[in-house]
């Protein structure tokens, strides 16, 4: 890959991300000096996908070790960072888990600002490496349809963006992709817009323009139409949470097309960092708590006019009331396989349970 990030820390020790609601438009890089300034980022999707949620908010601890020591607060300042940090978004387990690692952190050190600085800062780099091994793991399915093509474009569709952006390096649905296209196999991407935030449009694109990875843009419904017609090789999304039976949450309309996937005999794969896994809940359509978010989400496009000026345009009478699900779920069943840190897995408890053992039930 190159040495772009999604996130880095400047000299003074503060923290940088993209603001990525001006992709793919502008680039606007916002410094994040207080957990205040971390938490607007993650609740307002500045930062967005489960890894860089994870890495932000584990920057924003630091930050807030940082604030209570320069301003001489009482440690309950602390204890509210990570409060208000967990509330931030509800369905990313890799928050939780960025969290529950810094906790660990703090509660072993007497050292709490070099603690938290360097906890951090070693999650963004186990994240990178992670996403390094999900694309060693998955080019092999790639590379066998290639050859079974011989030769001929792979056409991979994708839902939402589960790319670098999303993470630090790498990305996860994109890791694999961009070590085929390393490799020198043909790879063609259908992206799907990705309403009602255009995370595929507006990031998915962006980066696969940048990487000069061959795609195309598609409306979400578009999907099951190309698979009839012969024209998806194989899906490939990521994930919010997983269950450990195998059920997938992703961003809404994951779903349909895992269900297209399944009638046409297209192979559904799921990227998942092993930080995605949450072990503690089996029925993911019972227990995966779902985001409802701002209902002008939906309501509102933001898009680039002739004019050149970047702007929010209603698409529906003004008086219309919209429903914003952020995520659902995909039964276990309709996953072909699950492409992990560790290698290829069934997408059940039983296959799951042999790459993570350490997640067993005592």
């Known amino acids: 890959m190159s040495n772009f990030r999604t996130i880095w820390t400047t000299e003074d020790q503060y923290v940088e991300v993209i603001d990525q609601t001006k992709l793919p438009h502008e680039l606007v890089v916002v410094k994040l000096e207080t957990y205040d300034d971390a938490e607007e980022a993650i609740k ?32 309950s300042f602390l204890d509210k960072a990570f409060s208000d940090l967990r509330a931030s978004r509800p369905t990313a387990v890799n928050l939780f888990w960025a969290l ?3 906790r660990e952190a703090l509660d072993n050190t007497d050292d709490f ?19 390094r091994m999900i694309g060693v793991h ?18 991979i569709l994708t839902h939402c963006n589960a790319g670098m952006l999303g993470c630090v390096e ?4 994109t890791s694999p992709i961009y070590q085929a296209v390393q490799k020198g196999i043909s790879v063609h991407v259908w992206v799907d817009e990705t309403r009602p935030r255009n995370q595929g449009s507006n990031l998915t694109c962006y980066e696969l323009t940048k990487h000069e990875v061959d795609h195309t843009l598609i409306v979400d419904n578009t999907g099951g139409h190309l698979m009839q017609h012969g024209m998806v090789d194989m899906v490939i999304v990521g994930t919010d949470r997983t269950t ?41 359509l019972k227990e ?5 978010r701002n209902q002008d989400e939906v309501r509102y496009v933001i898009g680039k006019s002739a004019a050149g ?33 560790r290698g290829v897995c069934e997408a059940n408890e039983e296959g799951i349970a042999k790459l993570f053992p350490e997640f067993e039930e005592k």
Do not use: H
Not at 44 to 63: D, Q, S
Not at 170 to 173: D, K, L, M, R
Not at 326 to 340: C, E, H, Q, S, Y
């Open 288 to 292: 995966i708590p779902i985001e409802e």
């Open 44 to 75: 307002e999707m500045i930062v967005r996908g489960a890894p860089l949620i994870g890495a932000t908010a584990a920057f924003g601890i630091y930050l807030a070790v940082r604030e209570m020591i320069e301003e001489e607060l009482e440690p």
């Open 138 to 155: 998955g080019l092999p399915l790639i590379e066998e349809i290639s050859k079974r093509k011989n030769g001929e474009k792979v056409n």
């Open 100 to 102: 529950d690692r810094m």
């Open 309 to 341: 000026k970047i702007e929010s345009v209603l698409i529906c009478p003004e008086t219309t009331k919209a429903a914003n699900y952020g995520f659902d779920v995909t039964p276990a069943r309709l996953v072909t396989k699950i492409i992990t840190d």
């Open 244 to 284: 450990r039976q195998g059920d997938v949450a992703n961003k809404i309309g994951t779903y349909l097309k895992a269900l297209a996937a399944k009638d046409n005999q297209i192979p559904f794969y799921v990227a998942l960092p092993s930080t995605t896994l949450d072990m503690s809940i089996r029925d993911g």
């Open 170 to 173: 790498w990305g996860t649905v």
């Open 113 to 131: 600002l070099k603690t938290s600085w360097e906890t951090a800062k070693q999650i963004v780099e186990d994240d990178v490496e992670t996403c």
